[in-house]
């Protein structure tokens, strides 16, 4: 079982080593399709005239070379959106419109690789449920759509049917971060009751002279593979392994659609910054639908990105379980740290951020 | 009752586990830029080489600049002129104030930051697809720098907006001040300050104060030759 979920994390790892590489050699061959920026003008002698191009940025620090390095990918990436959004008009439509799709598509990627979009919350959120990994790209790529969704309504509405202010979408933005985050904190605190309350019938069952303990060790091994696919078609040779055996399951919660469908719209309603600015820049240069098409493509990239890190919170437990599989009780501990740590970490996250996102209003 | 007792390689795996799932926690609000922001500063002089404030001008990304102007063009001629943005540029300030203007000036080597007045002369312009914002901070007390210097900081703490400095002319001396020099003094990955600050960074991470930013600090290094 272990095989196809190393597979599909090297697959994971290598397209994203692949897109992260492709546009840096196709922005060398293909110039023509990004054009010089905007920005890259000469700088005027005093404050006035044609905007000032800016020096690279730099990081200090014994990770300032890693930092100055995605800090400057992405503010390169941004001048070629914008460079790109803008010869959709003027060059070649067709050849612009790929680039554009592209670019949102390996910005997404890279842009989520900082903090935020609901990569920690997702992460500790499969972390804690018993979700395979099919679940946590699911989730991934579902909470990805409802953003990308999100940010396409708020730009139509505010902007194209209201005529509304750069203002009222900032406050709009910020209003569903804040909801958001308080879902998230919501969210959490209902996996940790339900984490906490079948931890406790547990304890009480074993208290009670309950017997599994004893069939544990002979059928923990079986069970240690079994988790990797849970869900609903849920093989049933699977079950008769596990029947008698601390059911782990008991401690994460079943997999329900209720559920994801909870996490996924806590982390959704926000609306991703990137893809509204992305959004009303096309609009201010008349292109709305080449904002959409960025917006979605963007939010494949992040979605990636997301389910990646998803990915590799659900191998470093499976790895842990596979420690000593054997140990009913190694297993049983490992599976009520995650349950619990993870239900904490959404809560902890989604507190943070709500108390963060209630300080004073952004100036920018 | 299961038999709870764990061997040494467990903890370890424990430990890591635990380790794996804090790393994931947020970085602050926003550890990385939604807005970028080119900075040009003039460092205005007074009588006997005293520094009385810093003018500064924010030159942003076309994204921002766009959401920033959206809906202001109150006459729908596609020009924004100085009027049409005038509240866009009361915002701007009135909001920095929270922010401390995101200019930390002090005595070079000083830990405590010089006070600043209230922003004058601001006004936004927008042409070209990019919006800059002009503005002058007074100190409170203007300061000599001397030949130990004074040192001016640009930085959000939080890294929502990026700042950087332009390429060419990134800050200049205004005013008379014979013998006084202003320059842009470049990060020194191996300064025990900068270690200092990525320490501070990474502890105040968690929180709602972020210091993240503060390793993209844009530093400029004023100084005066004794006259």
Same mark, same amino acid.
């Not at chain 1, 979700?131 to 999100?150: D, K, N, P």
């Not at chain 1, 069952?205 to 990797?228: I, K, P």
């Not at chain 1, 910054?273 to 493509?297: E, H, K, M, P, Y």
């Given at each position: 079982?272990?095989?196809?979920?190393?597979?599909?994390?090297?697959?994971?790892?290598?397209?994203?080593?692949?897109?992260?590489?492709?546009?840096?050699?196709?922005?060398?061959?293909?110039?023509? $399709?990004?054009?010089?920026?905007?920005?890259?003008?000469?700088?005027?002698?005093?404050?006035?005239?044609?905007?000032?191009?800016?020096?690279?940025?730099?990081?200090?620090?014994?990770?300032?070379?890693?930092?100055?390095?995605?800090?400057?990918?992405?503010?390169?990436?941004?001048?070629?959106?914008?460079?790109?959004?803008?010869?959709?008009?003027?060059? !070649?439509?067709?050849?612009?419109?790929?680039?554009?799709?592209?670019?949102?598509?390996?910005?997404?990627?890279?842009?989520?690789?900082?903090?935020?979009?609901?990569?920690?919350?997702?992460?500790?959120?499969?972390?804690?449920?018993?979700?395979?990994?099919?679940? =946590?790209?699911?989730?991934?790529?579902?909470?990805?759509?409802?953003?990308?969704?999100?940010?396409?309504?708020?730009?139509?509405?505010?902007?194209?049917?209201?005529?509304?202010?750069?203002?009222?979408?900032?406050?709009?933005?910020?209003?569903?971060?804040? $909801?958001?985050?308080?879902?998230?904190?919501?969210?959490?605190?209902?996996?940790?009751?339900?984490?906490?309350?079948?931890?406790?019938?547990?304890?009480?069952?074993?208290?009670?002279?309950?017997?599994?303990?004893?069939?544990?060790?002979?059928?923990?091994?079986?069970?240690?593979?079994?988790?990797?696919?849970?869900?609903?078609?849920?093989?049933?040779?699977?079950?008769?392994?596990?029947?008698? *055996?601390?059911?782990?399951?008991?401690?994460?919660?079943?997999?329900?659609?209720?559920?994801?469908?909870?996490?996924?719209?806590?982390?959704?309603?926000?609306?991703?910054?990137?893809?509204?600015?992305?959004?009303?820049?096309? #609009?201010?240069?008349?292109?709305?639908?080449?904002?959409?098409?960025?917006?979605?493509?963007?939010?494949?990239?992040?979605?990636?990105?997301?389910?990646?890190?998803?990915?590799?919170?659900?191998?470093?437990?499976?790895?842990?379980?596979?420690?000593?599989?054997?140990?009913?009780?190694?297993?049983?501990?490992?599976?009520?740290?995650?349950?619990?740590?993870?239900?904490?970490?959404?809560?902890?996250?989604?507190?943070?951020?709500?108390?963060?996102?209630? =300080?004073?209003?952004?100036?920018? | 009752?299961?038999?709870?007792?764990?061997?040494?390689?467990?903890?370890?795996?424990?430990?890591?586990?635990?380790?794996?799932?804090?790393?994931?926690?947020?970085?602050?609000? +926003?550890?990385?830029?939604?807005?970028?922001?080119?900075?040009?500063?003039?460092?205005?002089?007074?009588?006997?080489?005293?520094?009385?404030? *810093?003018?500064?001008?924010?030159?942003?990304? @076309?994204?921002?600049?766009?959401?920033?102007?959206?809906?202001?063009?109150? !006459? =729908?001629? =596609?020009?924004?002129?100085?009027?049409?943005?005038?509240?866009?540029?009361?915002?701007?300030?009135?909001?920095?104030?929270?922010? +401390?203007?995101?200019?930390?000036?002090?005595?070079?080597?000083?830990?405590?930051?010089?006070?600043?007045?209230?922003? @004058?002369?601001?006004?936004?312009?927008?042409?070209?697809?990019? #919006?800059?914002?002009?503005?002058?901070?007074?100190?409170?007390?203007?300061?000599?720098?001397?030949?130990?210097?004074?040192?001016?900081?640009?930085?959000?703490?939080?890294?929502?907006?990026?700042?950087?400095?332009?390429?060419?002319?990134?800050?200049?001396?205004?005013?008379?001040?014979?013998?006084?020099?202003?320059?842009?003094?470049?990060?020194?990955?191996?300064?025990? @300050?900068?270690?200092?600050?990525?320490?501070?960074?990474?502890?105040?991470?968690?929180?709602?104060?972020?210091?993240?930013?503060?390793?993209?600090?844009?530093?400029?290094?004023?100084?005066? @030759?004794?006259?």
């Amino acid at each position: 079982m272990r095989a196809p979920v190393t597979k599909i994390l090297l697959g994971f790892v290598l397209a994203l080593v692949v897109t992260m590489c492709a546009p840096l050699a196709s922005a060398q061959t293909a110039p023509a $399709a990004f054009g010089p920026s905007a920005q890259s003008q000469a700088a005027p002698p005093a404050f006035s005239g044609p905007a000032p191009h800016a020096a690279p940025l730099q990081a200090k620090g014994p990770f300032g070379s890693l930092l100055t390095w995605i800090a400057q990918t992405q503010q390169t990436m941004q001048r070629k959106l914008a460079a790109t959004v803008k010869d959709l008009k003027s060059g !070649n439509a067709l050849v612009a419109g790929f680039w554009l799709a592209w670019g949102s598509f390996v910005y997404g990627i890279v842009h989520a690789a900082g903090p935020g979009h609901g990569k920690a919350i997702i992460s500790s959120y499969v972390l804690a449920n018993e979700e395979t990994v099919r679940r =946590g790209i699911l989730i991934s790529f579902l909470a990805a759509a409802v953003q990308g969704l999100m940010a396409v309504a708020l730009v139509g509405v505010l902007v194209i049917a209201i005529n509304g202010t750069g203002f009222q979408v900032n406050a709009w933005v910020a209003h569903l971060e804040t $909801a958001s985050y308080a879902l998230v904190f919501v969210v959490g605190f209902l996996l940790l009751v339900s984490a906490l309350r079948r931890l406790w019938r547990r304890w009480t069952a074993a208290g009670s002279g309950h017997s599994y303990d004893a069939h544990a060790h002979a059928h923990a091994h079986a069970h240690a593979h079994a988790h990797a696919h849970h869900h609903h078609d849920h093989r049933h040779e699977d079950c008769e392994a596990c029947g008698h *055996i601390v059911d782990v399951r008991d401690i994460a919660g079943p997999m329900s659609w209720k559920k994801v469908l909870a996490v996924v719209f806590a982390v959704g309603i926000r609306p991703c910054s990137g893809a509204v600015l992305v959004l009303i820049f096309a #609009l201010a240069q008349g292109l709305f639908w080449a904002g959409v098409a960025a917006t979605f493509a963007m939010a494949f990239g992040t979605a990636i990105t997301v389910s990646v890190l998803a990915t590799l919170a659900l191998g470093s437990r499976q790895l842990a379980l596979a420690a000593d599989g054997q140990n009913a009780s190694w297993v049983e501990a490992v599976w009520t740290v995650c349950a619990i740590g993870g239900a904490l970490l959404v809560m902890t996250i989604g507190l943070l951020l709500f108390l963060t996102s209630l =300080g004073p209003a952004r100036p920018f | 009752m299961p038999n709870w007792s764990l061997n040494g390689p467990q903890i370890v795996l424990i430990i890591a586990l635990i380790g794996s799932l804090a790393s994931g926690l947020p970085k602050g609000a +926003d550890a990385h830029p939604h807005v970028w922001a080119t900075v040009r500063s003039e460092v205005v002089f007074g009588p006997e080489n005293k520094i009385t404030g *810093i003018k500064q001008a924010w030159t942003f990304d @076309e994204f921002y600049s766009a959401m920033a102007v959206q809906g202001l063009d109150a !006459n =729908g001629d =596609g020009v924004y002129t100085k009027e049409e943005l005038e509240e866009l540029a009361k915002v701007n300030v009135d909001s920095l104030q929270e922010f +401390d203007y995101f200019t930390f000036v002090r005595e070079a080597g000083d830990e405590s930051f010089l006070p600043l007045k209230g922003p @004058e002369d601001y006004w936004v312009e927008y042409g070209d697809t990019v #919006l800059t914002l002009h503005f002058t901070l007074p100190l409170k007390t203007p300061i000599d720098p001397g030949a130990k210097g004074v040192t001016i900081d640009v930085y959000d703490p939080s890294f929502f907006v990026a700042f950087g400095f332009a390429e060419k002319n990134p800050v200049t001396v205004g005013g008379m001040a014979p013998g006084c020099t202003a320059k842009v003094d470049a990060p020194d990955a191996e300064s025990a @300050e900068a270690a200092k600050a990525l320490s501070e960074a990474f502890f105040s991470q968690l929180g709602a104060n972020s210091n993240y930013g503060s390793q993209f600090a844009q530093t400029a290094l004023v100084k005066c @030759e004794p006259r």
